[in-house]
């Protein structure tokens, strides 16, 4: 699409790049860079909370002095960018809430103060943001210092987030540097009626039909720069940046992706470009988690508006680097009722198994396995006879040594109920390939499993990656395991929110329930919590559940 052309002279400040990349990868001398205007991004994704960053398990830590990432740190960052440079635009592409003791001692109101120490110029929704109910989230977006963006929305009226003015949460925003209109719009998570308590009242629109309405109305206001930023994931950004015209870079979250060449673990190279017919490109980044990065991403433009040069990478917040004195002063204050959690002793575990949020979405993870022994042991009263968890789940690992409470209350934040469902064996086996239906297989998605285990082959096409399904059974004293039968049924003890249909499992929100009145009273974290005290110290739980998923490099 035609863009209007860049007000003022802007050759300088184009030069300010020692190297940048153009579309075809080649480099291009600081001489060489076509004339126009440089925008910077600093950005942050699925921050979950981690305000005191994380340990070296990938663990919220409750003191920032010696972990990687937190609020303070990023903040001296972005203030240290903002101030250096002429044109920056600081980004939060959502799912703040969660993950950490500090979120659930804190809340939305402990967030709220600590980022607001952060100057970001806009932030999106991510499903989190759900989590308590839109009343809640209303509450937040009305305290927080920046502008919510979500294009993609519609509260209905009467909705709590109907109430909250235009500055507070709005389709987008234009922010003018130097006589350049840089346009921003966002794009909520639409799963978040499926992923968390959206209540009634708020609609989604689809994705790309609100993005080509907000390119236009950005473009029509004057806007020489379109900066989509989103919660839907690195797939779906590529898949944004291919169909929707005149976006110049898309800022995203929610699938915890790593991008940058030679950095263990990463999708992609960051940015990540997406070529046009017409020639022109679209730039896609990511910061990984938990505070733990913040991407910064220069991009020159011509003096057309066209993306014509880039460089950039994330950078990882280290232990060294400096942390704003009045964000630290927050996260200090919260870890007091963080460190109280730290006091009561459940356990103990000596196994150093994979484990954590990034392994159980990658295949076989301690905490997955054992919270799924820990739900089929407790129904098996009722029954059960297998027990599937999703990796997203577990949301961090069990400490190597004394396990405390508050390290459960991290693993399993959300409250969770049980629940008992009838599945036929075609049904369970549909279950597992929705758990590896992510395009590099590994996601929340992936389905942790107890009296059941499978096989998987990563390279085949989605819906056809299960090798094969056994169902543990005993015969004469002995385990057995024989193939899952497409037609039988089979009782199997999950969280309450699959239950529902949550993650995209609607095939267990039709299944039939069964009787298991502790299932609806007993939460995630009680169940786990009085499996590991029954089994301390924790018990290395029985592997080849899951089998033939890629190595992983975390």
Known sequence: MPKPLFSGSLAAAACAAALLFGPAGRAF????????????????????????GIDGRGAPADDDRHSVGGFARAAAFIKAEKAGRPHVLALDAGDRWQGSLFFRTGGPDFLARACAGIPFDASTLGNHEFDLGVEALARYIDRSAEPFLASNIRPEAGSPLAGLSAEK??????????????????LANTEAPSFAAASAGVGFLSAHEAARRAVLALERAGAAVVVALTHQGYAADLELARRVEGIDVVVGGHTHSLLGRGLPGAEGPYPTPVAHADGSVTLVVQAKRSAEYVGRLTVGFSEEGEVRAWTGAPVRLEPSMPRDAAVEREVEAAARAVRAFRAERIGTNESRMPDGLDPCRAGEC???????????????????????????????????????????????????RLALISLTGREIRAALEHGLAEPGVVGPHLLQPAGLRYAVRPEAPVGRRVLRVEVRGMRSGRVVWTPIEPEARYRVATLEYLARGGDGFPGFARAPRLPCPPCSKARDVEVFEAHIRAHDPVPMPERGRIEGMPPANF
């Open 366 to 416: 301690l905490s997955g396995l054992l919270a799924a022994d820990a739900f089929l042991e407790f129904a098996r009263p009722f029954g059960a006879e297998i027990a599937l968890v999703n990796g997203g789940a577990i949301r961090a690992p069990l400490p190597v040594g004394p396990i405390d409470r508050g390290t459960l209350l991290e693993m399993h934040p959300f409250g969770n």
């Open 169 to 186: 949460l709005r389709p987008w925003r234009i922010l003018e540097m130097d006589g350049v209109k840089v346009g921003v719009f966002g």
């Open 29 to 52: 001398a600081a001489d060489a860079v076509p004339s126009g205007f440089t925008l910077e991004i600093v950005h942050v994704n699925d921050m979950h909370g981690a305000a005191a």
